[in-house]
Nanobody
Framework: QVQLVESGGGSVQAGGSLRLSCAASGITYSRYCMGWFRRAPGKQREGVAAIDSDGSTVYADSVKGRFTISKDNAKNTLYLQMNSLKPEDTAMYYC????????????????????WGQGTQVTVSS
């Protein structure tokens, strides 16, 4: 049974930082593409960042230079370091996993990943 469990969300002021974590179980973690997605109230879900099994990464334009995705294969854990947070970053953040057969990480943010966590709320106040 695949489980993805996010943690690290919270409330911060604009300009602050948070680090999200996602603990994965039930998958061969090192062989999967892992991603972070978010959904703000009244908006569609959007891809934030993804990291492939070889460590290649992709970011949404809106977070480039502010967010960093990383993973620890030994701990089966995915991270999202979020700096210089803005009120528009306020959303529920979800961790996701997918083998991405036949696709590259550059295409990952537009893919419907197969496995999802329950989400962790991030609220940024101005």
């Amino acid at each position: 049974q695949v489980q993805l469990v996010e943690s690290g969300g919270g409330s911060v002021q604009a300009g602050g930082s948070l680090r999200l974590s996602c603990a994965a179980s039930g998958i061969t973690y090192s062989r999967y593409c892992m991603g972070w997605f978010r959904r703000a109230p009244g908006k569609q879900r959007e891809g934030v960042a993804a990291i492939d099994s070889d460590g290649s990464t992709v970011y949404a334009d809106s977070v480039k230079g502010r967010f960093t995705i990383s993973k620890d294969n030994a701990k089966n854990t995915l991270y999202l370091q979020m700096n210089s947070l803005k009120p528009e970053d306020t959303a529920m953040y979800y961790c996701a996993a997918d083998p991405l057969f036949g696709l590259t990480v550059s295409e990952a943010l537009g893919v419907a990943f197969g496995y999802w966590g329950q989400g962790t709320q991030v609220t940024v106040s101005s």
